[in-house]
């Protein structure tokens, strides 16, 4: 596995551990909306309206929602030591916040994410503690502090930063600032997604599964180019699951896609003697779904 794919699959790790962004990775949003690749300097507004969350990002931080990731996030302007990470989590208020953290989250390598002290509140409306990562290859110089603030809708958005001894403090700062920014409004019931074009969503990006049955792993990635080709590589039968094996393992051929505002249908042809498969995909509250699995949905390393 390369670097990058580690790095990216860790990300990935982190957004489930805190349970995935509620902020657009669709690139044809209104442009009152957060967007993907756009860099956000301080003192710029965030807006989702879907959310009915606005925030702003702190004095000395930049931010930015990456195109291969679901999670919003800022760095320090001056390249100094530190990183914040903001993700959402549905259906949940501060008890259940709590809970999930105590819970902990396992990651590759044997690297775990838990909380490391006291959860305590600051003011009414937030929670706040120190985490840490434990395992055989654990950086015990990093530092992790967790804060999470919650929606009276029913969400609850959570800040991990990262840093060293050094910086954990002006980090912190950063955090508390960006929280404290951070309001509720009633969220917006338009839809974004009225005439979407899925086909230039889609090119020259990955659509990537990871979950467990079991002790068994179950791994999907197709890539869709640009250019017409796709290439999966499944190890189950996944997005193709109402096929027969002949599809698990890596496969090539041509895509196309049909547009029908949030939904929308792809057809897969193969390069070889395998018969064509359609599958549906939908924008579902600002997330992808694929047969009703949900799918990250990142820029493709295989479409070159």
């Keep these: 596995m390369s670097k990058q794919t580690s790095i990216r699959l860790w990300l990935v790790g982190i957004a489930f551990f805190l349970s995935l962004s509620g902020y657009s990775q669709v690139d044809q949003l209104p442009s009152n909306r957060v967007k993907?690749?756009?860099?956000?300097?301080?003192?710029?507004?965030?807006?989702?309206?879907r959310l009915g969350l606005r925030t702003r990002i702190p004095a000395g931080w930049e931010g930015v929602l990456p195109r291969d990731t679901e999670v919003f996030l800022m760095m320090p302007a001056d390249n100094s030591m530190g990183e914040i990470y903001v993700v959402m989590n549905t259906k949940m208020d501060l008890e259940g916040q709590i809970k999930r953290w105590k819970t902990g989250m396992s990651l590759d390598n044997g690297l775990r994410l838990q909380v490391d002290g006291e959860i305590t509140k600051r003011g009414e409306d937030v929670i706040a503690t120190m985490a840490k990562m434990v395992g055989p290859?654990?950086?015990?110089?990093?530092?992790?502090?967790?804060?999470?603030?919650?929606s009276p809708v029913g969400f609850c958005m959570t800040f991990?930063?990262?840093?060293?001894?050094?910086?954990?403090e002006n980090v912190k700062r950063a955090v508390q600032s960006v929280v404290d920014n951070t309001t509720?409004?009633?969220p917006s019931t338009d839809s974004p997604y009225k005439n979407f074009d899925w086909?230039?969503?889609?090119?020259?990006?990955?659509?990537?599964?990871?979950?467990?049955?079991?002790?068994?792993?179950?791994?999907?990635?197709?890539s869709l180019c640009s250019d017409g080709t796709f290439k999966s590589h499944i190890t189950r039968t996944g997005i193709f699951k109402d096929q027969s094996k002949g599809y698990t393992g890596s496969?090539?051929?041509?895509?196309?896609?049909k547009s029908e505002d949030q939904k929308a249908t792809i057809t897969f042809t193969f390069e070889k003697k395998l018969a064509p498969v359609v599958v549906e995909i939908e924008a579902k509250d600002e997330e992808i779904y694929v047969r009703g699995q949900r799918y990250f949905v990142g820029v493709s390393e295989d479409c070159k």
Aim: with cysteine; charged share 25%; proline share 3%.
């Design 36 to 49: 993907p690749g756009t860099m956000y300097h301080a003192g710029d507004t965030v807006y989702s309206p």
């Design 137 to 150: 290859q654990a950086n015990n110089q990093g530092k992790f502090y967790l804060e999470a603030k919650c």
């Design 160 to 168: 991990l930063a990262t840093a060293d001894g050094l910086t954990l």
């Design 184 to 186: 509720f409004s009633t």
């Design 199 to 222: 086909n230039k969503f889609l090119s020259g990006k990955v659509l990537l599964m990871i979950g467990y049955e079991g002790n068994s792993k179950k791994e999907d990635e197709v």
């Design 251 to 257: 496969k090539s051929g041509k895509w196309e896609v």
